[in-house]
């Protein structure tokens, strides 16, 4: 019964963090990417890659896991983001990123297989139950990014930057701030986020291809459910979402999980479309 | 008169000659049978195309509804006896009615919402067709029995698809030419235009979704009549996202252009034999080259390219979006800020 609670804590963590990342994204370019669950699945991927192909130690496997997602997360603001934004087009940059993703994803299953492999083990630890570092890694790495975003947009002035970029970006441009730029790094920082999700993740979810779209589409659920434009309601949401994937996994069976998903996706938007706690946007008229 | 009402039915005739012909053409019973599938995925996708091109929904989880018609047939076929026929007709009332059921709530939704509810709505469909042994059979799939006499070699169930898919393609080309395909544009390009010359909105969405899960649905009773044998595997997203990649590759808003696109998408894997497991990989290059390099896709390639060559100069080919106008509008204070 534990087991199956602290399961789900660690799912929802991963959906909390992977809701993170559209939030940053969102946040700068008014984009909710297709590909925000990828990150997770890149990181996972060079982390496995790093420590087991190549032999080196866990740190510099975390630091190629995080350089990847970094990489990444730029890379797509710069071949699917930054040239369709300029265009009035609302729904190329649904297109745009959804390709970019299936590429990214697609590669990554031609080049490493489709096949789930294990992950190294993070910290020397003989296997726990309830306390194993599959489980805790993945919700300590979730609060203390949280926290560090907090602290990042409320104490530095790269974050007070973002914040103003995000809610106006055409007087930050008159302020001075680059905005492209902002973006850009919003996107490198959400990537890096992402793969730390994924790192974290890869004992529980074993390194998978596939990873980036489930991802992806519970990263959304949680989303919506906690009101886009919320951190703490991304990470609250994924925990639902977690905790509700987990039982009907171990009463129901674990064949629903898209299902469950997706039912909880409709219930809100049916009910309360703005999510548990939504940010409220000022609107000219 | 302008020389489209001239040209087009024109085309749409020798087009569906050729098609008819094809057999005959090229008698090599593995190219028919990927001329038939090009057909039987041409009927999905040519009502898709209303919804995407037209109405501006963006789909990606069409192949639920495909799948859905195609269980409907294998389950309903073997009661009908010499009359699967009402069985493909059962699995299109089927898939409209999901159509509708899917509809009414996600409709409602902005782009990506829609787009992931429907993204998700695939990949239900197969955990479910995947979970439900009772019905599906699970993983084992179901036996697929073919079309009874006249339409049980490869040639005649063929033409029989050819023929549907081209009143399809009628009924779609007839609804986007008049009050019907200028409400869909009108939803597309600005919602607000739309409803103050009284279009509604939500009831021409959710009509022209319910018509294209109808097709959805017959198309996969001719899937699984064209396969003699259905197991969840064959629906993976994969396919939506190919259904999808065909319109935008072949031009959104247009008849002929997604058909383009979808021959070019569905012939190259196969054609490339060794490169088949690039296919996915190959359909997100060519969206995302199509949307950073020729939003308009192929077919407005084509256009512009004819125009320069008929001397019509640098004009746009297709007539401007309202999208144009916006960019007009607000583009200077963009650059201005």
Partial sequence: MLLIIVNGLALGALYGMTAIVYNMQFSTSKVLSFGAGQYAMVGGVIGAYVTLHLGYPVWLGLLGSLASGAIFGWLSEFIAIRRIVRTSDDHLWILSTLAFATIVQQLTGIWWGTEPTPFPRVFEQGYAGVLDQKFWLPILTAVVMAGAIDIFYRKTMTGKVFLATAEDGLAARARGIGTDNVRAFSFALSGLIGAACGFSAGQLTFVNFALGSTLGLGGFVALAVGGIGSNAGGLIGGTLLGLLISFTSHFVGSQYQNTVAIGLLVLFLLFRPQGLFPKTFLRHV | ?337
Avoid at chain 2, 202 to 222: E, N, P, Y
């Fill in chain 2, 1 to 337: 008169m302008t020389p489209n009402t001239v040209v087009k039915p024109i085309g749409f005739a020798i087009a569906t000659i050729l098609a008819l012909a094809l057999p005959w053409i090229s008698p090599n019973l593995y190219y028919l049978h990927i001329f038939t599938m090009i057909a039987v995925y041409w009927i999905l996708i040519s009502t898709l195309n209303l919804l995407v091109g037209f109405t501006g929904q963006l789909s990606i989880g069409h192949v639920g509804l495909l799948a859905i018609g195609a269980y409907t047939y294998c389950l309903i076929a073997p009661f009908g006896g010499e009359w699967p026929y009402l069985a493909l007709l059962a699995g299109g009332f089927i898939g409209g009615l999901i159509g509708l059921g899917l509809g009414l709530p996600s409709l409602r939704l902005p782009g990506f919402y829609f787009a992931m509810v429907t993204l998700a709505f695939g990949l239900i469909v197969s955990e479910l067709a995947l979970a439900e042994q009772w019905l599906t059979n699970g993983s084992v799939g179901l036996e697929a029995p073919s079309l009874p006499a006249p339409f049980n070699t490869q040639t005649t169930f063929h033409l029989f698809v050819v023929t549907i898919a081209a009143v399809i393609t009628l009924m779609t080309w007839n609804l986007s030419r008049f009050m019907w395909g200028r409400a869909m544009i009108s939803v597309r390009d600005s919602d607000v235009a739309a409803m103050s010359v009284g279009v509604s909105i939500f009831r021409t969405k959710l009509t022209v979704f319910v018509f294209s899960g109808v097709t959805a649905g017959i198309a996969g009773g001719l899937y699984a009549a064209s396969q003699s044998y259905i197991t969840p595997d064959a629906f993976i997203p994969d396919l939506g996202m190919f259904f999808f990649t065909a319109i935008i590759v072949g031009g959104r808003g247009v008849i002929v252009g997604p058909l383009i696109g979808t021959a070019i998408l569905a012939a190259l894997p196969e054609i490339s034999g060794p490169f088949q497991r690039y296919g996915v990989l190959f359909n997100g290059v060519a969206l995302l080259f199509v949307v950073l390099v020729a939003p308009g896709g192929v077919s407005e390639l084509i256009s512009t390219i004819h125009n320069r060559i008929s001397g019509k100069g640098r004009r746009p080919a297709a007539p401007a979006d309202l999208d144009v106008l916006k960019t007009i509008i607000t583009g200077a204070t963009v650059h201005v800020g």
